[in-house]
């Protein structure tokens, strides 16, 4: 197990070393001169473009660049933004709470519903109501996140008018109002996906043998399902959720976009749109860190699981 | 014998695979001929005319430009088909080379092209999009080619374990004992029996490359005005979502009817090849799952 944790960690440390170059570098690929960002079109004499080259640090190289950028990420700092003027980290503090809220809401509602969907479905296999849940499903794979969002404003507005659901918010209850939504819509998509994993997994776990033997002990489908097979089956599941993870992460930025929320998405596709490399390099590596850091805690998560992996990357 | 294959033929024309071949004909049909059954020009805006609901003249309405929602549907299925076309061509041509060296050679090669695809995975894929569109500017060109490189690594871990099962079987030993170079062997003996496999899975990729592309659209990181595809109509259309929910819901029905169709069009087909993974979960993320297994 010691050796698994070592040789993970030491993937994913160098995963990271090298996605941070890629990040660096392809931002920087733009042939868009970054002192025109900064000035916004305004007239400048060619002094105040040496201070704002200096002040940025675009008249060092792009190694010590690179290095500074790197510095200042394990200091908290990701730099100054080309537009705002402003410091990238307090940029993203501020938006943090709507992303985090979204993808945790999200996950979460996502497994409360789809978890005991795919063990229904699981149970129930070839009736109609399989049959009616697996349409929906093949109907909501194909629904991009915003299409969802789009479908749901419409649906808010024509049953509950006045509801307020965009926009800003200064309290608690305010912001789990804001975010409650379009954390549905994004759930959507992951339900179909995590659902038929959970049925897929289930009917192999409910044909297996040692179900036969627990069913031949006279155990009642309740104890099989409950204290055999679901353990086991959750496994793909966790699985799923982690690859799927990425796809809510990138979801967040689509949703906040329909709903006018203000997260880290749309300062993102802002600073895409204008070449703003700090806030595009921050965010991006931000969101990658965090997409990489859950997929490695979930390799160890069923390392702890099932010892088969652990045994067999361990040798 | 005759009867048999037969038989296996009539197995695959089931009704969902009939029904989703004929839808997708349809659209594919509309898109070709866009200009002969468009009754107006996409882009031509009427200002005496908007947000008209369904009439006569304008059989889908019209939109906040009074173009027509009909004619935009025709032209932006002719757009978001072709570029999806486009990323799956870009995928091909570099994820099944790399997958057949790397499967083929096994060892060093193997190692390294796996790393790379290891590394660009580490990225959610649309994210990663979004880091190609802001080096080499907006455009749905750009759009395309980096979408194409983000599903290269799938496609590759793929095609490399169907690699990995041909190359030991006999006729590979055959090829080579009859003294083919290596270059034959991966593309004119190995390749065609991978082709069946490789070709479901991009049915289904087209599906995701349009859901992809759409989402681009749709945050104004791929087509650009005045072209439009479903994912741009989309987001015109969200403004006047209460006015007219027509412009947005249209195009947005037509995203999810031709994913649809492509999914239990490609599980169909997957089915026929193979009735034993009839069972299996089609879809692109568990891929991952299975690469890694094989």
């Known amino acids: 197990m010691k050796k698994y944790v070592v040789d993970k960690l030491a993937q994913y440390v160098i995963v990271l070393a090298i996605v941070s170059v890629i990040i660096f570098v392809m931002v920087r690929l733009n042939p868009t001169d970054p002192v025109s960002v900064i000035v916004g079109g305004k007239q400048t004499t060619a002094e105040t473009v040496a201070n704002i080259r200096a002040e940025f640090n675009l008249d060092k190289t792009y190694f010590e660049q690179y290095l500074i950028w790197i510095k200042g990420i394990f200091q908290g700092d990701f730099g100054t933004s080309f537009q705002y003027r402003q410091n990238v980290t307090s940029l993203i503090m501020k938006r943090l709470p709507v992303t985090v809220g979204l993808v945790l809401l999200s996950s979460v509602i996502a497994l409360v519903l789809s978890v005991p969907l795919g063990i229904i479905t699981a149970l129930k296999q070839n009736t109609p109501l399989d049959t009616g849940l697996s349409v929906i499903q093949l109907i909501l794979v194909a629904c991009p996140p915003f299409l969802?969002?789009?479908?749901?404003?419409?649906?808010?507005?024509?049953?509950?008018?006045?509801?307020?659901?965009?926009?800003?918010?200064?309290?608690?209850?305010?912001?789990?109002q804001r975010i409650l939504y379009p954390s549905i819509a994004l759930a959507f998509s992951m339900i179909a996906l995590t659902s038929r994993v959970t049925k897929t997994s289930m009917i192999e776990q409910l044909n297996s043998n040692y179900t036969l033997v627990a069913k031949s002990k006279g155990l009642s489908m309740r104890q099989r399902v409950l204290n055999h097979c679901l353990k086991n089956s959750l496994i793909p599941v966790i699985t799923i959720f982690g690859t799927q993870m990425g796809v809510l992460i990138v979801g967040t930025v689509l949703v906040e976009n329909v709903f006018s929320l203000a997260g880290l998405g749309s300062i993102l596709i802002d600073g895409v749109k204008s070449c703003d490399y700090p806030i595009v390099q921050g965010i991006v590596m931000l969101l990658v860190f965090v997409f990489i850091t859950i997929s490695m805690l979930l390799d160890m998560l069923y390392a702890v699981i099932d010892p088969r992996i652990r045994a067999k990357s361990g040798k | 014998m005759d009867n048999s294959k037969k038989e296996k033929i009539k197995s695959f024309f089931t009704g969902p695979v009939i029904v989703s071949a004929v839808v997708l004909l349809l659209i594919i049909l509309a898109s070709v001929f866009a200009g002969i059954i468009a009754k107006y020009d996409p882009n031509e805006v009427d200002i005496s005319n908007i947000l008209s609901g369904p009439t006569m003249q304008h059989f889908l309405g019209t939109d906040k430009a009074g173009r027509d929602i009909f004619s935009r549907i025709l032209f932006g299925g002719r757009m978001t088909l072709l570029s999806a076309l486009g990323v799956i061509l870009i995928s091909v041509i570099i994820g099944v080379p790399v997958g057949i060296f790397s499967g083929y050679y096994g060892g060093w090669t193997d190692k390294m092209l796996m790393r790379i695809s290891d590394i660009i995975l580490a990225f959610p894929s649309l994210l990663l999009a979004f880091v190609f569109v802001s080096a080499f500017g907006r455009g749905i060109i750009n759009a395309v080619v980096a979408l194409g490189i983000v599903y290269v690594p799938m496609l590759a871990k793929l095609t490399r374990s169907l690699v990995m099962v041909e190359k030991n079987k006999v006729y590979v030993e055959a090829s080579k004992s009859i003294g083919y170079?290596?270059?034959?062997?991966?593309?004119?003996?190995?390749?065609?029996?991978?082709?069946?496999?490789?070709?479901?899975?991009?049915?289904?990729?087209?599906?995701?490359?349009?859901?992809?592309?759409?989402?681009?659209?749709?945050?104004?990181?791929?087509?650009?005005?005045?072209?439009?595809?479903?994912?741009?109509?989309?987001?015109?259309?969200?403004?006047?979502?209460?006015?007219?929910?027509?412009?947005?819901?249209?195009?947005?029905?037509?995203?999810?009817?031709t994913v649809v169709a492509l999914n239990i069009f490609g599980d169909g087909v997957r089915a026929y090849l193979d009735p034993q993974q009839r069972k299996l979960p089609s879809l692109k993320k568990f891929k991952k799952l299975v690469g890694e297994e094989m």
């Open chain 2, 181 to 257: 170079s290596d270059l034959n062997i991966m593309f004119k003996q190995i390749l065609p029996n991978c082709v069946s496999t490789l070709l479901v899975q991009l049915t289904l990729d087209i599906g995701y490359a349009i859901l992809d592309l759409a989402s681009m659209s749709f945050l104004g990181l791929g087509v650009q005005p005045p072209t439009s595809d479903w994912g741009a109509m989309l987001d015109e259309g969200r403004i006047v979502i209460t006015i007219s929910p027509l412009a947005s819901l249209a195009p947005g029905m037509m995203i999810i009817l």
């Open chain 1, 148 to 176: 969802t969002s789009i479908l749901m404003i419409l649906l808010i507005t024509i049953f509950t008018p006045g509801v307020s659901f965009t926009g800003s918010f200064t309290n608690f209850n305010e912001y789990m």
